[in-house]
């Protein structure tokens, strides 16, 4: 039954939500695949280079009259595809639309409460390769990053990664969360969101010209064959990286099936959260250079444990996932489609964009404020900085929030996304995002709820098929994290 639930959630899921109905129009710039499937009739449509996201005509739109993808299309729309499409069909992967890719939502060997279980017990293989990734280079690009994103980045160490915001100016809404690490003095690795692909670039684009003012250079009419650049200039380059693979490995296995599979000696007890390391793969056909190795990141969305993948397209991406598999053995790693990470995600109390958080809601009513770093707090300097700090002084100083997003408990029925929140007979919020809980077996819930309704144990009702359910505020996550830290391996906790 709980697998049958999480089915239905994810299936609602790749529904447009309302916060970013705006964006629900495919532009002139399609994905960076370099093919597509039709969902209508599994037919391979061409894809054409010169058609990709250089159009002058659309990247000179103002943002204001700009239409973006949603995280859905229709039946008749071609899907792009990830390059280990045909991996996933070969392993009974069950293919469904999602931020306009076609992937697996489960496979048949595993329900998805199972495949659920089997991440939090032993080692789980998923492919978030519709993700977008970047390279922003040069002297001015932690002034750049610094100028769109409320984050420390002057003092992030060398092949160290943080959770971030891009924002909107002035409002400090949020564009699209991301993740950011530094590979070297002047360059940046960046992850945005498959949905707001078009979304950000546009933004990126606006962005990078108003801070090198006079700098812009020609868009390019050719690329190579790993990367597109977008913008160069002396001060500062970037390049969306074109067919390179991206996935994830998740579980409290994940560091020894890891770790056989590395050609580095590096020792993964040694490498924490949130740092990173270039390693080729046993896998690949000898590389001996870093441009053939394999960027490893100690990270992942579940709240365990794990490591991403980032394989530049010299590296088949099919062969890694493979050789994971078979060094892991069936009796350790599984393949996991979109429906065990979205309830994985939602126990570890994570966001996910157009459901969670949206262009009008702030780091500080996301309950994100953390990644507004101490430094910044005085400089305001980024993007926002006068909504965000106000928001982030004490009450009594008059700061706060009208809203804040807080963890749900809530009996009988599970509330999914829209659902009312109420106490007494006043909507104070909503949910944004909902599932029976396959660890707790109760079902959780997040949502934004008015000012004195955000403490743990406060009372409440959400209103499920018209009909009003107890749910009680409670803290999150609503799952212990497993995050391989420093503080942890002095303890001999952590797993792997």
């Not at 700009?66 to 071609?78: H, I, L």
């Not at 160069?232 to 599979?261: F, M, R, T, Y």
């Not at 046993?282 to 969305?301: F, M």
């Not at 944004?432 to 809980?437: H, I, R």
């Amino acid at each position: 039954m709980a697998g049958a639930r999480l089915a239905g959630s994810i299936a609602r899921k790749t529904q447009t939500p309302r916060s970013i109905q705006q964006w629900n129009r495919r532009p002139a710039i399609p994905g960076l695949s370099r093919r597509r499937i039709n969902p209508a009739n599994s037919t391979q449509i061409p894809f054409h280079p010169q058609h990709h996201l250089l159009q002058p005509s659309y990247l000179e739109t103002p943002l204001s009259q700009r239409r973006y993808a949603s995280t859905t299309f229709s039946d008749k729309e071609p899907l792009d595809h990830t390059g280990l499409y045909d991996f996933h069909v070969a392993n009974g992967g069950k293919m469904v639309p999602f931020a306009g890719y076609s992937m697996p939502v489960q496979y048949s060997d595993l329900s998805l409460a199972e495949s659920h279980k089997w991440t939090r017990e032993k080692a789980s293989l998923f492919d978030v390769g519709h993700m977008v990734q970047h390279r922003v280079s040069g002297p001015l690009a932690s002034s750049f990053l610094e100028r769109i994103t409320p984050t420390s980045i002057a003092s992030l160490p060398t092949h160290h990664s943080t959770l971030s915001c891009l924002l909107h100016p002035a409002t400090g809404g949020i564009v699209d969360d991301t993740v950011i690490t530094r590979l070297g003095p002047e360059t940046f690795y960046i992850v945005t969101n498959a949905a707001c692909r078009q979304k950000d670039l546009a933004y990126l684009k606006e962005q990078i010209e108003e801070h090198c003012a006079g700098q812009s250079s020609p868009y390019p009419s050719t690329s190579n064959n790993s990367s597109l650049p977008l913008f160069n200039s002396k001060q500062l380059n970037w390049n969306v990286l074109v067919d390179w693979g991206l996935i994830a490995l998740q579980g409290p296995l994940s560091a020894s099936i890891l770790q056989d599979v590395l050609v580095d000696t590096t020792d993964l007890k040694s490498l924490y959260f949130g740092q990173s390391i270039y390693s080729p793969l046993r896998s690949a056909s000898s590389p001996s250079t870093t441009e053939d190795a394999i960027l490893v990141s100690r990270a992942g969305y579940t709240g365990e444990d794990g490591f991403e993948l980032s394989i530049p397209p010299s590296i088949p991406v099919d062969s890694v996932a493979a050789t994971l598999l078979e060094r892991g053995g069936k009796d350790r790693i599984r393949l996991a489609g979109l429906g065990a990470r979205d309830s994985l995600r939602l126990e570890a109390g994570m966001c996910l964009y157009g459901h969670d958080l949206d262009d009008s809601t702030t780091p500080v009513e996301a309950g994100l404020g953390w990644v507004v770093g101490k430094e910044r707090r005085s400089g305001g300097d980024f993007h926002g900085a006068e909504t965000i700090l106000a928001q982030l002084r004490p009450a009594k100083e008059g700061g706060g929030v009208d809203r804040k997003r807080v963890g749900l408990i809530v009996e009988g029925a599970p509330a999914r996304e829209g659902a009312e929140i109420v106490a007494g007979e006043k909507i104070i919020g909503r949910v944004t995002s909902g599932c029976p809980s396959p660890t707790l077996r109760k079902n959780i819930a997040m949502g934004y709820v008015g000012k004195g309704f955000t403490k743990a144990g406060t009372q409440l009702e959400v209103l499920v098929r018209g009909k009003g359910r107890k749910a009680e505020v409670v803290r999150m996550p609503f799952v212990q994290a497993k995050y391989w830290k420093e503080e942890a391996a002095g303890k001999g906790t952590a797993p792997g």
